[in-house]
C-alpha cells in the first residue's frame, strides 16, 4: 500500500473516533506545552539572573565576613561581623593595593523612609562615596554622597529613581527614617533592568550615619565591595586585597582566613548554575508528562488494535502484509502525536504571551526547546505507536477473522 | 479461464483426487492440487487433527461444493486454500506454484492477486460505502483506477444503484453482493466463498447463489462451503468432507 494510502487510512480511522483522537492528543498537547513554557520560564529567570549580575561589571570583587558567601547578606545568621572600617582603609591604601580602584564597604538594612506625601520601605545602606564606581551606577539628578558627608555623619541620603518616585520626593526635599530627618541630595540614574528585585528601589546615606544612627554596628561593616581597576587586574585585585585583610586580621594560614572574597564573575557562573539547575529539574517533570502522554498514546493504540482485530484480519484476508498494517499503526500513532504536539507549540507560545502579562513572570521562548519538545513528542508517539503495531501486524489472518 | 463451466451435468464425476493419479512434482494441470495435506491444531494431549492427509483436485472454471458436518474440517481447508493458514504438512500447488512453504507477505501477495474472499458475516467495514468496500483489496496493489474498478464490480452484481451505500443501508443479500463485488474487483483465479448463504434468508440466498453460478459460467473458478443443501445443484461437483477427510465427491 502506498504511504498516502496509508496516510488517509489512518487519518480516516482517527476520524472515525473523534473523541478519543482528542483526548489522546492532549496528553501530548499539555506535555509539549508544558515543556516549552517551563523552560521558557527557566530562561527569562537565567536571562534576568545573568543581566542583573553582569551589570554589577566584571571587575567587582566582594568581601564578605565568615567563610561562607550566605554569612554576611544583611548581617544575619549569627556569623560575627569580622569586617570593620579599618579593613576598609587599609584596602584604600595604593601602597599595599595598587590594583584596587574603588571600595566600599555597605551595611544596610530595611527602612522605611517617609515624605511629606507618603512612606515606602526600603533597603537603605550605608556607604562611601566609592559606592557609585563599585557598584557602576550613574546619578542622575543632585550629587552623591562625599567623603565630608562620611566624615561629618550627615543627614544625607541618595534615593534611587523607583523609590524617589513612589516616595514623591526630589533634591532638596527633606524624608525621616526612624524619625531622623535626611535630606535628599541626589536621584541615581535608573539602572534599568528587571529582574526579581529592583535595582532602583533604594537609598544609600553615609555609612557612618548608618553604623551609628540606623543599622547599629559602629566600626564593622557587613560586607566591602572592591572594583579592580581594569578587568585585566581583577585577579592581582583579588590577591592584594587577600593580603592586606590576612595581615589586618592577623592571620597566618589563608585557609584559616575569617572572610572570604568572591568575584562577580564567580557569583554569576554560580547564579547561573543555580537557574540551570532548576529549568532542568522543572523540564524534566515536564518530559515526564510527556511520556505520560506517550503511554497514554500506546495504551489508546492498543485499545484501537484489539478493538480492530476483525478489521485487521479482513485486510489481511483481502491482501495487506504485516509491514502494511505495522506502517498504518505507527503512522496513526505518528499524526497524533504530531498533531498533539503541534497544538502544544500553540499553546506554549499562548501560554508565553499571557502568562508575563497576566502573573508577572517573565518568559523568554527561544526556538529550540520547541523544535526539541516537538521532535520528542512525535519521537514518543513512534516509539510507543510501535508495540501496538507489532502487534496489528503479527495477528494471524484466521484468528483476526474468527474475532468478529 | 480457459475453460468455460460446463453446463450442470456435463461434469463427469471426479473421484476424490487419488494420490499417484497425478505427475507428482507439479499441479500445474490443475488451479488447485492439494496433496497429502495435514493441518494439526495445538500439541500433546490437545492436538487436533482438523485436515487428516486430504488430497484434492479443483480444475479451473469449475464450481465446486464442499459439504460436511460441523467440526469436519471445512473451515480449516477453506483458509488453508485461501492462503490465511499453511498446513502442517502436504504441499499446496496453486497454479502450478507451491504455496505451502510461502512466508507471510508472499502470501498476502497471493490473496491478494489470486485469490477472492466471501464471508459468512460479510465482513465489510461500517465506516465505508459500498464502493470503498470494494476498493479495499486494489489499495493493496497500488491500483489507479480504483473507482472505476470497483463500480464496474458493484455492477456485475447488480448493485450500480447502491455505490455511496454504507453495510448497515443495505439488506443481508445486499451486502453479501457487495461482499461479492469485492471478491470479483482484483479479477482473480479463485472465488472462496465461506457458508455464503449462512445468513442469509431462501430469497437473498438464492439471488446470491444465482451470481455465483453467473459468475462460474463466465469463467470463474468458485468453491462453495456450504451446509446449504440448495447450493448442491448449482455445484458441478459437490465433496463430502467427515473427521478432516473426503468421504466422497459427486456430480451435481
Ligand atoms: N484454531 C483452532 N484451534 C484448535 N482447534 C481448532 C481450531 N480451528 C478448528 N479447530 C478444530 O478443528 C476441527 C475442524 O474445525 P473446522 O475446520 O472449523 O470445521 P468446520 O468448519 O467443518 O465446522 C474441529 O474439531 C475444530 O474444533
Ligand atoms: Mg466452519
Partial sequence: ?404 | MIQQGGAPGSGSARPAAPRGDFPLQTGADHLIRLESITKIYGSGDAAVVALDDFSLDVEAGELLAVMGPSGSGKSTLMNILGCLDTPTSGRYWFGGEDVSRLNETQLAHVRNRRIGFVFQQFQLLPRLSAWRNVELPLLYRGEHDRRALALHALDQVGLSNRVDHRPTQLSGGQQQRVAIARALVTDPDLILADEPTGNLDSVASRDVLAILRDLNQQGRTIVIITHDPEVAPVAQRTVVMRDGRLVHGVAA
Fill in chain 1, 1 to 404: 500500500m502506498s504511504l498516502l494510502h496509508t496516510i488517509e487510512t489512518g487519518l480516516r480511522s482517527l476520524l472515525g473516533h473523534r473523541l478519543r483522537s482528542v483526548l489522546t492528543t492532549l496528553g501530548i498537547l499539555f506535555g509539549v506545552a508544558a515543556v516549552i513554557s517551563v523552560v521558557g520560564i527557566g530562561q527569562a529567570s537565567s536571562d534576568s539572573v545573568t543581566a542583573r549580575i553582569s551589570s554589577l561589571g566584571t571587575n567587582l570583587l566582594t568581601i564578605t565576613p565568615g567563610s561562607t558567601v550566605s554569612g554576611g547578606v544583611f548581617g544575619g545568621g549569627g556569623t560575627a561581623n569580622t569586617l570593620t572600617m579599618s579593613d576598609v582603609a587599609g584596602l584604600i591604601d595604593h601602597q599595599n593595593a595598587p590594583d584596587v580602584a574603588a571600595v566600599a564597604p555597605v551595611s544596610q538594612g530595611r527602612e522605611s523612609l517617609v515624605s511629606t506625601s507618603s512612606n515606602w520601605s526600603t533597603t537603605v545602606s550605608g556607604s562611601t562615596a566609592d559606592w557609585l564606581v563599585a557598584n557602576s551606577r550613574d546619578i542622575g539628578t543632585g550629587s552623591f554622597i562625599t567623603a565630608s558627608d562620611v566624615s561629618s555623619q550627615a543627614h544625607v541620603i541618595v534615593l534611587g529613581a523607583t523609590t524617589a518616585s513612589n516616595l514623591g520626593a526630589s533634591v532638596g526635599d527633606l524624608i525621616t527614617v526612624k524619625q531622623i530627618p535626611f535630606q535628599v541630595i541626589g536621584i541615581l540614574a535608573s539602572a534599568g533592568s528587571q529582574g526579581f528585585g529592583n535595582q532602583d528601589d533604594l537609598a544609600v546615606v553615609p555609612i557612618t550615619t548608618a553604623q551609628g544612627e540606623l543599622v547599629g554596628g559602629v566600626g564593622s561593616v557587613q560586607r566591602i565591595l572592591l572594583s579592580s581597576t581594569s578587568q585585566a587586574t581583577l585577579g592581582s585585585a583579588y590577591i592584594e586585597a587577600n593580603q592586606v585583610l590576612l595581615q589586618t586580621h592577623h592571620i597566618t594560614n589563608a585557609t584559616q582566613a575569617d572572610y572570604s572574597i568572591t568575584s562577580s564573575t564567580q557569583v554569576l557562573s554560580t547564579a547561573q548554575a543555580v537557574t540551570q539547575t532548576l529549568t532542568i529539574l522543572l523540564a524534566s517533570v515536564a518530559a515526564i508528562s510527556l511520556l505520560v502522554g506517550g503511554i497514554g498514546v500506546m495504551n489508546i493504540m492498543l485499545v484501537s488494535v484489539t478493538e480492530r482485530t476483525g478489521e485487521i484480519g479482513l485486510r489481511k484476508a483481502l491482501g495487506a502484509t504485516p509491514g502494511d498494517l505495522f506502517r498504518q499503526f505507527v503512522i496513526e500513532a505518528g499524526v497524533l502525536t504530531a498533531v498533539g504536539g503541534l497544538l502544544g507549540v500553540g499553546t506554549g507560545l499562548a501560554a508565553g504571551y499571557i502568562v508575563p502579562r497576566t502573573a508577572n513572570i517573565a518568559v523568554t521562548i527561544t526556538p529550540l526547546p520547541v523544535l526539541i519538545a516537538v521532535a520528542v513528542a512525535v519521537a514518543v508517539g513512534l516509539i510507543f505507536g510501535v508495540y501496538p503495531a507489532l502487534r496489528a501486524a503479527r495477528l494471524a489472518p484466521i484468528e483476526a477473522l474468527r474475532a468478529q
